[in-house]
Structures are given as structure tokens and as C-alpha cells.
């Protein structure tokens, strides 16, 4: 990265010269940072530290979206009252994030007049999981307060592709957070005219008529799936025409699930995807293959390696595209051997079960259904899918007493297991009309069961990171403290001690703790604004 592409640095003081955060010039005027490193500040002193020589110029607020929480939102949009020529601005990239991506930003922490930090992409989190955590090298810099509204650079192409959020990091943290480029064109659509590279999702997924219903069924097996419930990596859907429910419900669930289209979403339940969890969305009609895999490559570094756990391509109306033989067979199909190295789920979308090309797909790639008749692969599947549930039962068995408000965890696998059992017996007894009539009622027992585990281990770990993000805030508020002198301060350790127990100690109620942490904290700014 030379020093040209580094112009777009700035630091950020308010009226009485302290340092507030960092900031990114976009162009000569306009500038990026988080809401909160300006919030109750109505101008803005910018330090140029890329530009030596040049005075500090001063702005005000354009535009922002107010922090949720602590983990959402925060994005703010800055103008200088005089526009700054020597300054290069830096673009803002759409990216698809790699796990163990390397990444950097350029921060002022306490003392300090400007370094680097470098971290690794770890995974999402925060509101609605719109958040991406940084976990820092070991000798690298602690991102601080200090590097809240920094740029996060990626290592591999020098692209701008986040924002550090780092509101409450502490000096010993080495994890910190990021908000995404698209999650931040989301909240702020202002910014998009600084924005490069394609949307995740073509526009005729946001922008096509949707009916009056969706398909629930479909929508909730969807959704759980584009969570990484499961066992296949490859999904052939089956939408009918535009009109369907079954294509609305594809449809909305990208849109929930794309990280600009999805920032700040208030939609929640089990017909809802995780943000980010659909990485590319492509509407193949009338598209030629080469279109198709110019938007892939365009979106995707295949070639590079894996892209993170349950990230999801979508391909939809491929027997309606301009070449449907020579997409699947020289695009799709290559692609879907590759999904389990390249950390990806597929979900190949045709409008017709009647299509050539979906048998050609599921015999290729092993996502063919069991047909009726096929007893031995209805059983398969069914075992399958109690392994599935005999794992997840296991993890929410363990997990749910952890938390005052989740449903009892049930045991069933090792039951259902027994009537798949008894119906192999009866298959290898040479008793198939027995096994007929009675298997459908087990698939639907199995298929309820397994929904319902899915949906208790998607609210556990939904309180399993709020739990964490909980312990982390009172972590941060107890460094922040005792870096401000107030070590066994009998006010504070009295807010301290029941957040503390309510995170630490049995069951724990996260609606009494989050309070808890909010009064710590509260508590807290008050002792140390005096």
C-alpha cells in the first residue's frame, strides 16, 4: 500500500483538542467515521496526519445512523467546511469476507499519534449479527477507542471493506469489531456513491412483486438451512413462477439475509436468515453461463480458498437462462463439487421439476429427494437426519440450562431411533407394505422434531453471544474504571457485583443482566465525568 493510497487517514479532535477517533476522506470534503466518536459534537476538528503541513480543516454532521445498542448502527457521514484538494479519498469496496481474512487499520491509540493494527476476520456477530469480529495479531497494536471510525484495510487488495467500532475495547481486548462495508451502505445509502463493486443480490430479488403469502414450511427449512442447519451443502429448489410462494419466500430471505438490504432489520423468528448469510444472489434468467460466472467470479475469489462457514450462493431461474445446459454443466456443477472446500452452501433454483437440467444436478452433485418408492433412501435419509438431531439435542441439552428463558432441551433421537429401527427390520424382513404405511408418520415426526431442535439451538446461540457480547461490556467498563483510578470503589463494586453473578453464576436471566451491565455502566461514566 503506498503512501498515496494512504491520503484518505484523518484523526478527529473536538473543540478542546482531544482525540475523539479516526476517520476515512471518501473525497476532498466528505468524511466516514462511527456515530458515536462524534455524538454531542457539533464540529469537528479533522487532523490531515497523511498530508503533513496541511492545517487541520473542521466539519460537521451530514448524515448518520445512531448506535443500537452497542453493536448496531453507528455510522456517521462528515463534510469540511472547506474542502481539502491534496486529499485522495479511499472508495468503499463490497466484499464477500473471508474467515481468517488479514486485515488492518490505522488508529490513534492514547499517546499516540497514528500506528497500524493488524487483526484476522473472525466471524459475525452484535445486532442481528450485522457485526464482524476482529481478533488481533499477538504483537499488534490493541484496537482501542482510538481506532473507532478507522478504515479496515484489506491486507490481500487494499481495499476498504469496514469500520472499526470499538466503543467499549479495552487495552488487553484482542477482539474488536468491524462493520462491514455493506452493512454500513445499509444504514447509510448516502454512502454508495463512494461504493464499489456489485450488491450481493441482483435487483430483481428486492424489486420483484411479492404475493400476499409466503410459504411458512418452506421459509423456516430455508431459513435454518441458510444457518447452517442441515447436512446438504447443495439445495435444489423448486419455485414454480414468479408469483409462487415458495419464490417469494426465496426471495424475502435473501433480502433478510444480504447485509445492505438486511442492516438494522427488526424482522426476527425462525422464517428468518441470519444477516450475511447469503453472500451472492443471482437471477440467471435470459442470462448467458458466461454472465453467470462473470458474476460469481466478479463477487467470489474461488480460487482463493474458503470464504466461511454456511455462506450461501444462490442461483435462481436457471432453466429460464439464455444457456441452461452449458450453465449447469460448466458452471454450476463444477461449482457444487467445490462448496466444502470453498466453506459455501448452493442453492440452485429452477422453476420446474420437469426441467432437463435438475436431474443432471441432483445426480451430480447427491442433492437428489428420495423417491416415494425408494425405501431404502427414504430410510437413509431419516437416519440422516436423527443424526442431525441427536447432535443438536446434545448441544441443547447442555446449553440450555444456561438461561432462565430457554424452553427444556427434550431427548427424543434415542426413541425415534428405535422406530427406524424397527421399520429397517421390517424392510429386511422382506415386509415392504408395512414399512410404506408406516413410514410417512415417522418422516413427519422426525421432521417436526429436528425443526424444533434447529429452532432451540438457533435461540441458544442467539443467548450465547448476547451472553458474551454482556460479559465483554461489563469487562470494558471494569478496565475503563480502574484506568481512571477507581479501584475498590465501594459504589462500583456494589453495580458490579450482581451484573457480574447474573453473567457468571447459574442460570442467567439476559434481561436482568443487560439492565444490570447498563447500570455498571452508567455508573461508571458518571464517576469518571465527575
Known amino acids: 500500500m503506498t503512501s498515496e493510497r494512504r491520503r484518505w487517514r484523518v484523526r478527529l479532535r473536538d473543540r478542546r483538542g482531544r482525540i475523539l477517533g479516526a476517520g476515512t476522506m471518501l473525497d476532498d470534503e466528505h468524511l466516514l467515521t462511527c456515530a458515536h466518536v462524534i455524538e454531542g459534537h457539533d464540529e469537528i476538528t479533522v487532523d490531515f496526519v497523511a498530508l503533513p503541513g496541511v492545517e487541520p480543516g473542521f466539519a460537521t454532521i451530514v448524515a448518520h445512523a445512531a448506535p443500537i445498542g452497542d453493536d448496531g448502527g453507528d455510522v456517521a457521514l462528515l463534510r469540511l467546511r472547506d474542502p481539502e484538494e491534496q486529499v485522495d479519498g479511499a472508495p468503499l469496496h463490497r466484499t464477500a469476507l473471508e474467515d481468517n481474512q488479514r486485515v488492518r487499520a490505522y488508529g490513534f491509540p492514547q499517546g499516540s499519534d497514528g500506528m497500524w493494527s493488524l487483526a484476522t476476520v473472525v466471524g459475525d456477530g452484535g445486532h442481528g449479527l450485522e457485526r464482524v469480529q476482529l481478533h488481533r495479531t499477538s504483537d499488534a497494536e490493541p484496537i482501542t477507542h482510538g481506532f473507532s471510525g478507522a478504515a479496515v484495510v484489506a491486507d490481500k487488495t487494499g481495499h476498504v471493506v469496514g469500520m472499526v467500532a470499538t466503543r467499549y475495547a479495552t487495552e488487553a481486548a484482542r477482539v474488536s469489531w ?21 450488491p450481493a443480490i441482483d435487483p430483481s430479488f428486492v424489486y420483484c412483486p411479492e404475493p400476499p403469502a ?18 446438504s451443502d447443495v439445495w435444489v429448489i423448486i419455485t414454480g413462477e414468479d408469483d409462487s410462494a415458495i419464490a417469494a419466500s426465496l426471495r424475502r430471505a435473501v433480502v433478510l439475509a444480504d447485509r445492505e438490504r438486511g442492516a438494522g432489520r427488526s424482522a426476527s423468528g425462525p422464517t428468518v436468515p441470519p444477516v450475511g448469510s447469503v453472500v451472492l444472489a443471482v437471477d440467471a434468467v435470459g442470462k448467458t453461463a458466461d454472465e453467470v460466472r462473470h458474476r460469481i467470479a466478479e463477487r467470489l475469489d474461488v480460487a482463493a480458498g ?19 445446459e452449458k450453465l449447469v454443466g460448466e458452471v454450476l456443477i463444477p461449482l457444487a463439487h467445490r462448496v466444502h472446500d470453498l466453506g459455501l452452501r448452493l442453492a440452485l433454483a429452477f422453476r420446474n421439476e420437469s426441467s432437463p437440467m435438475v436431474s443432471e444436478v441432483r445426480t451430480s452433485t447427491g442433492a437428489s429427494p428420495a423417491d416415494e418408492d425408494d425405501i431404502e433412501g427414504r430410510l437413509t435419509l431419516l437416519e440422516t437426519r436423527l443424526a442431525e438431531l441427536a447432535r443438536l439435542e446434545k448441544e441443547n441439552l447442555g446449553d440450555a440450562p444456561r438461561f432462565t428463558d430457554a424452553p427444556d432441551a427434550q431427548a427424543r433421537a434415542r426413541r425415534l431411533q428405535g422406530a427406524v429401527t424397527q421399520l429397517r427390520s421390517a424392510e429386511r424382513d422382506g415386509e415392504p407394505d408395512w414399512v410404506k404405511r408406516h413410514l410417512p408418520a415417522c418422516e413427519r415426526t422426525v421432521a417436526r422434531t429436528v425443526e424444533r431442535a434447529r429452532d432451540l439451538r438457533r435461540l441458544l446461540d442467539e443467548n450465547l453471544s448476547r451472553r458474551a457480547e454482556l460479559r465483554a461490556r461489563l469487562d470494558a467498563y471494569g478496565e475503563m474504571a480502574r484506568n481512571s483510578g477507581f479501584v475498590e470503589d465501594v459504589e462500583l463494586d456494589a453495580a458490579y457485583a450482581p451484573a457480574w453473578r447474573m453473567l457468571f453464576e447459574g442460570p442467567c436471566d439476559l434481561g436482568a443482566a443487560s439492565a444490570a ?3 455498571y455502566a452508567n455508573t461508571v461514566r458518571k464517576r469518571i465525568d465527575g
Open 178 to 198: 468491524m462493520i462491514p462495508v455493506e452493512t454500513m451502505l445499509g444504514y447509510l445509502p448516502q454512502l454508495r456513491r463512494w461504493a464499489q463493486g456489485s
Open 306 to 324: 474458503r470464504h466461511g462457514s454456511g455462506r450461501t450462493v444462490v442461483v435462481y431461474g436457471i432453466d429460464e437462462s439464455a444457456e441452461p
Open 517 to 519: 451491565v447498563e447500570q
Open 214 to 231: 409466503i410459504d411458512v414450511p418452506f421459509a423456516r427449512e430455508f431459513a435454518g438451512w441458510l444457518g447452517g442447519h442441515g447436512g
